[in-house]
C-alpha cells in the first residue's frame, strides 16, 4: 500500500470520528496523524497475531516522538476498547487484565483510569480514555467530543458525558501486579468533568469492596 493510500485511509478515518462527534477541539489534521498511528498499531497487532495493546506513555513522550510526529495514544485506547480489544497505558498487566474480565462479561466498553481516594466512599477515576460503547457492544455509542491532550494543540483524545447517560451504576476493577488477588468495588456517579476544553474526568460515590 502507497503512502498516499495509507494516509487517504487516515483521513477517512479521521473525517468519520470527527463528523460523529459532538465538537471537536483541535485541527483536523492532528486527528489525520493519530489515525495514521492507529492504522500503524493496528497492522503491527495483526501481522503479530495481538489481542491486546499497552504502551509505556511516559517513555514513549520522553523520546519527543510524539512531539514530531503530532500524536498520543489516548484515542487509539478509546477506538480498541470500543472494538472489545483490550487497550492500556504504561504496560499495565493489572489494567489490561481487569478491563479484558470486565469486557468479557458486561459486553461493553470499559474506561481507562487512574484511582484517587478523595474523601471516604468517594473515588475519583481520571483518564483521557473512555470508552464511547459503554452501554454496550450492540448499543449506540455514547455522545462524544474530540479534544487535545496537549495544550499547544495536538494529541487527540476523546470525552464523554457519562452523567447525562441514564446508567449510572459503576464498576471498578483492577488486579494485582502478581495476578493473585481482584480488587472489586460497586458504586453509582455522581460527577463528571471534561466536556468542554477541560481534562477528561469521572467520580463515582459509595464504592464498596466485595471481593
Wanted: hydrophobic share 40%.
Amino acid at each position: 500500500m502507497s503512502y498516499l493510500s495509507v494516509h487517504e485511509d487516515a483521513r477517512t478515518l479521521a473525517r468519520q470520528l470527527i463528523e460523529s462527534a459532538d465538537r471537536t477541539y483541535l485541527e483536523d489534521k492532528h486527528v489525520v496523524r493519530s489515525m495514521e498511528f492507529y492504522n500503524a498499531i493496528k497492522n503491527l497487532m495483526q501481522r503479530h497475531d495481538c489481542n491486546a495493546f499497552t504502551i509505556e506513555c511516559f517513555e514513549f513522550c520522553s523520546s519527543r516522538l510524539p512531539e514530531e510526529w503530532d500524536i498520543t495514544p489516548c484515542v487509539i485506547h478509546t477506538l480498541f476498547k470500543d472494538q472489545n480489544i483490550a487497550s492500556a497505558c504504561e504496560a499495565g498487566l493489572g489494567a489490561l487484565l481487569s478491563m479484558r474480565l470486565l469486557m468479557f462479561i458486561a459486553k461493553k466498553s470499559s474506561y481507562l483510569g487512574n484511582r484517587f481516594l478523595r474523601e471516604p466512599n468517594m473515588l475519583v477515576i481520571n483518564h483521557s480514555a473512555p470508552g464511547i460503547k459503554m452501554n454496550g457492544f450492540d448499543k449506540p455509542g455514547l455522545p462524544y467530543q474530540l479534544g487535545r491532550f496537549v495544550n499547544s494543540g495536538w494529541g487527540t483524545k476523546s470525552v464523554v458525558r457519562v452523567m447525562n447517560n441514564a446508567e449510572k451504576r459503576v464498576t471498578a476493577v483492577r488486579i494485582n501486579p502478581s495476578a493473585t488477588k481482584v480488587l472489586l468495588l460497586k458504586g453509582r456517579l455522581i460527577g463528571s468533568s471534561g466536556w468542554g476544553p477541560g481534562q477528561a474526568g469521572l467520580l463515582s460515590r459509595s464504592a464498596r469492596k466485595a471481593g
